[in-house]
Nanobody, 116 residues
């Protein structure tokens, strides 16, 4: 069983920065992939970024390229999402997702609100 706990959300003004954290606990494997997704009010959940734990390779949605950076801390089993130059359209609940050995796990999410 795997547990994911997100933190770091909050209220920010447009142009500001926030850093989200996703701490993974339980039985995790070195080949896991951890990603961030978000869900804006009234919209579906969309992919934001992901990182492969074994080699650190990353992939971003176009919406975050150049503004968001995903990274990991091996010792803490934690993934971060540094979000810079925030826009009002970045508002939403940000969810952490972990995929390994054919199974996916979700955290409960952290709310990010960006005011104009």
């Amino acid at each position: 069983q795997v547990q994911l706990e997100e933190s770091g959300g909050g209220l920010a003004q447009a142009g500001a920065s926030l850093k989200l954290s996703c701490a993974a606990s339980g039985r995790t494997f070195h080949n896991m992939v951890i990603g961030w997704f978000r869900q804006a009010p009234g919209k579906g959940r969309e992919f934001v970024a992901r990182i492969r734990w074994n080699d650190g390779s990353t992939h971003y949605a176009d919406s975050g390229k150049g503004r968001f950076t995903i990274s990991r801390d091996n010792a803490k089993n934690t993934v971060y999402l540094q979000m810079n130059s925030l826009k009002p359209e970045d508002t939403g609940v940000y969810y952490c997702n972990l995929n390994q050995v054919g199974r996916g796990y979700w955290g409960k999410g952290t709310l990010v609100t960006v005011s104009s």
